[in-house]
């Protein structure tokens, strides 16, 4: 395998929209950095493996700090969401730029 020659990732999937809820964030961009193993516990009555100690495999992802600078309104259509307009904040420091 190679690595990618994409700098962003690309989100797939959000969870379904809670109508009743607040805003929220659905997402958020994180890397995969790597992987290590860990040694757990197995708490499953009636499996072979139950109060024994199992090695597995688990991805490391790496989150870097988000800033949030701006957010996009959408409208449901009969073809589903439509973007209706995209707001920007209007003050950012000069490390986000």
Not at 39 to 47: H, L
């Amino acid at each position: 395998r190679k690595r990618t020659k994409h700098r962003f990732g690309k989100i797939k999937s959000f969870p379904k929209d809670d109508p009743s809820k607040a805003p929220h964030f659905t997402a958020f961009m994180s890397y995969k950095a790597g992987m290590s193993h860990i040694v757990r516990d197995v708490d499953r009555p009636g499996s072979k493996l139950h109060k024994k100690e199992v090695a597995e495999a688990v991805s490391i992802v790496e989150a870097p700090p988000m800033v949030v600078v701006g957010f996009v309104g959408y409208v449901e259509t009969p073809r589903g969401l439509r973007a209706l307009t995209s707001v920007w904040a209007g003050h950012l420091s000069e490390e986000v730029k």
